[in-house]
């Protein structure tokens, strides 16, 4: 059993910044991944980025250069540093813990993200 908790979204404007945190607590493993989703009204939900156990990373093609994903092992955090933002990144972001053992997800409850002028 994992619980996910995501912190740090707003508003902001285009061109801005912020910084999502997620703190997992439970039975954390390090053979695992962790990561973010988003999901914007009537679309479907997509894979932003993700971490492995080992620190490897993978981004969308629309977030390369501007999103960066890190982990803390010994926290059992993740997070997601997000610059120069766009109107078109404007979704609930989603935090994920997956245990590749036992092929296990857990899910937070999510955090709106909101780039507006």
């Known amino acids: 059993q994992v619980r996910l908790v995501e912190s740090g979204g707003g508003l902001v404007q285009p061109g801005g910044s912020l910084r999502l945190s997620c703190a997992a607590s439970?039975?954390?493993?390090?053979?695992?991944?962790m990561g973010w989703y988003r999901q914007a009204p009537g679309k479907e939900r997509e894979l932003v980025a993700f971490?492995?156990?080992?620190?490897?990373?993978n981004y969308a093609d629309s977030v390369k250069g501007r999103f960066t994903i890190s982990r803390d092992n010994a926290k059992n955090t993740v997070d997601l540093q997000m610059n120069s933002l766009k109107p078109e990144d404007t979704a609930v972001y989603y935090c994920y813990y997956r245990h590749l053992i036992t092929n296990t997800q857990y899910w937070g409850q999510g955090t709106q993200v909101t780039v507006s002028s």
């Open positions: 439970g039975s954390i493993f390090s053979i695992s991944t």
């Open positions: 971490i492995t156990g080992t620190y490897s990373t």
